[in-house]
């Protein structure tokens, strides 16, 4: 099973991201995770990463690439993954391709979070307080959503084009929202 989760940030993907993978049995690679434990371990992966999140910018493909590319042909990426938080942008998406087309498999579902905009940035703000995550000022939250819109929306129309969308509103509560994308991708929830 290969799928990604897509949508705005705050959109809830890395908590509906840790049940899909576990229903499926596959890990889930969250890009901005893998970030953040480089920052954190001050390797130079961290150190060359820091300087854009913490400006809300994108660190440059062919950082983000590589470091996917690395991750996807660890072991337990072996049956497959879920994605959370790449591709984000077009060059993203081929690359992608090109590695799961290496693999000999194919991508089988993109599972997109729609939100509403107010109600993520006061969730964002939340989880500034609770996480401490640096890159979670208003100003910040402003400049991510924005390149989400210019960069990572398009990516939708391009998976929609292949028959591969499976679109979810993502709000309420968070177990409502599980159960929307289980019965979207057609399969039972565990209790
Ligand atoms: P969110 O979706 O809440 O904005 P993430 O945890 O997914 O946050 O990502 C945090 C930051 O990590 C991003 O703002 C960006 O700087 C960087 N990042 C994560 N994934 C990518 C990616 N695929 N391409 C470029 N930068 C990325």
Redesign the pocket.
């Given at each position: 099973m290969r799928l990604i989760i897509m949508g705005p940030?705050?959109a809830g993907?890395?908590t509906q991201a840790k049940f899909i993978a576990e229903h499926f049995g596959i890990p889930a690679i969250?890009?901005?995770?893998i970030?953040?434990r480089n920052v954190s371990e001050g390797t130079p992966l961290g150190v060359e990463?820091k300087r854009?999140?913490d400006a809300?910018?994108?660190?440059p493909?062919e950082v983000?690439n590589k470091m996917v590319r690395n991750r996807i042909e660890e072991d337990d990426a072996g049956p497959g993954f879920l994605l959370?938080?790449?591709?984000?942008?077009l060059a993203?998406v081929e690359e992608l391709d090109g590695m799961i087309r290496g693999t000999g498999h194919q991508l089988d579902a993109v599972v997109v979070l729609t939100v509403d905009q107010d109600e993520i940035v006061n969730r964002l703000l939340q989880r500034a307080q609770v996480e401490g995550r640096t890159?979670d000022t208003e100003d910040v939250i402003r400049r991510?959503q924005e390149l989400y819109t210019e960069q990572t929306e398009p990516l939708i129309g391009v998976y929609r084009d292949r028959g591969l969308l499976v679109e979810i509103d993502g709000m309420g509560e968070v177990d409502e929202v599980t159960r929307r994308v289980f019965k979207a991708l057609d399969v039972v929830p565990e209790s």
């Amino acid at each position: 099973m290969r799928l990604i989760i897509m949508g705005p940030p705050g959109a809830g993907k890395g908590t509906q991201a840790k049940f899909i993978a576990e229903h499926f049995g596959i890990p889930a690679i969250s890009t901005g995770d893998i970030f953040r434990r480089n920052v954190s371990e001050g390797t130079p992966l961290g150190v060359e990463a820091k300087r854009f999140m913490d400006a809300g910018e994108y660190v440059p493909d062919e950082v983000t690439n590589k470091m996917v590319r690395n991750r996807i042909e660890e072991d337990d990426a072996g049956p497959g993954f879920l994605l959370d938080g790449y591709p984000r942008t077009l060059a993203q998406v081929e690359e992608l391709d090109g590695m799961i087309r290496g693999t000999g498999h194919q991508l089988d579902a993109v599972v997109v979070l729609t939100v509403d905009q107010d109600e993520i940035v006061n969730r964002l703000l939340q989880r500034a307080q609770v996480e401490g995550r640096t890159d979670d000022t208003e100003d910040v939250i402003r400049r991510r959503q924005e390149l989400y819109t210019e960069q990572t929306e398009p990516l939708i129309g391009v998976y929609r084009d292949r028959g591969l969308l499976v679109e979810i509103d993502g709000m309420g509560e968070v177990d409502e929202v599980t159960r929307r994308v289980f019965k979207a991708l057609d399969v039972v929830p565990e209790s």
